[in-house]
Nanobody, 117 residues
Framework: QVRLVESGGGLVHSGGSLRLSCVGS????????MAWYRQGTGKNRDMIAT???????NYADSVRGRFTISRDFSNNSVDLQMNYLDPVDTAVYYC???????????WGQGTQVTVSS
């Protein structure tokens, strides 16, 4: 059973940066296309960044050019570098499999990102 643990969230001013990390345990994440998702209060959980097993990346329009997804096979982790943060980025952030490529793993607890204006 895969367990995903997200970390790195916090409170940051508009224009600031954060780096989120997601570490997997119980299974190797290498064979899976992975993604970062976020869920604002009262909103759906949206997939915002994806990375394939070969390192190809895609981004939602809302974060393209500001966020960068990467993966570290040696640490069994997937990271999300977030720059030029805006209050609209405030949400709980989760990592998981890319839902377009297969069933997701059990969701972790996520990490809260709050951007103040």
């Amino acid at each position: 059973q895969v367990r995903l643990v997200e970390s790195g969230g916090g409170l940051v001013h508009s224009g600031g940066s954060l780096r989120l990390s997601c570490v997997g345990s119980g299974s190797n994440l290498t064979p899976y296309a992975m993604a970062w998702y976020r869920q604002g209060t009262g909103k759906n959980r949206d997939m915002i960044a994806t990375i394939s097993t070969g390192g190809n990346t895609n981004y939602a329009d809302s974060v393209r050019g500001r966020f960068t997804i990467s993966r570290d096979f040696s640490n069994n982790s997937v990271d999300l570098q977030m720059n030029y943060l805006d209050p609209v980025d405030t949400a709980v952030y989760y990592c998981n499999r890319n839902k377009d490529w297969g069933a997701t793993f059990p969701w972790g607890q996520g990490t809260q990102v709050t951007v103040s204006s």
